[in-house]
């Protein structure tokens, strides 16, 4: 018989900033929701290509050496995993950008929702509505 497939959730960079800014107005929503996916062995994906857009926002709020440690942080962790996208997904959130309604427009959304489609997820963590305007569940508002 086969086992039932871990309930997967891609996490988004509003996600990745609410949960390094401890000042963001989401950051104990990220934190907590965090906490609840590890409880609820919940596996928790995300793009490199995240990772490249906070780095230069972590770099003005700590200096280089605070950003190295906090990017290092979460490429190594165990509690995130990492994908970089593959030339399909790159075409793929190509073809998205082109006929995706604003406000989804931004290219990392349409990215992000790419490297989704292709990992079979159809959940996301962050604090971005516009992704529910194309068929994405959002976490935490309605997590439970």
Request: hydrophobic share 40%; aromatic share 10%; with cysteine.
């Amino acid at each position: 018989m086969d086992q039932p497939k871990p309930r997967q959730i891609f996490v988004d960079r509003s996600a990745l900033e609410a949960l390094l800014d401890r000042g963001h107005p989401d950051h104990a929503s990220a934190v907590t929701f965090l906490q609840t996916a590890q409880v609820r062995n919940i596996r928790l994906i995300s793009c490199f290509n995240f990772l490249t857009e906070i780095t230069d926002l972590i770099c003005r709020q700590n200096g280089r050496e605070m950003t190295f440690k906090v990017i290092n942080g979460f490429r190594n962790s165990k509690i995130i995993t990492f994908f970089s996208l593959n030339s399909d997904d790159e075409a793929e959130a190509w073809r998205l950008y082109s006929v995706v309604p604003e406000p989804l427009l931004q290219f990392s959304r349409c990215a992000a929702i790419a490297l989704m489609n292709r990992l079979d997820i159809s959940e996301i963590f962050g604090f971005e509505t516009a992704y529910s305007g194309v068929g994405i569940r959002v976490v935490p508002e309605d997590s439970e």
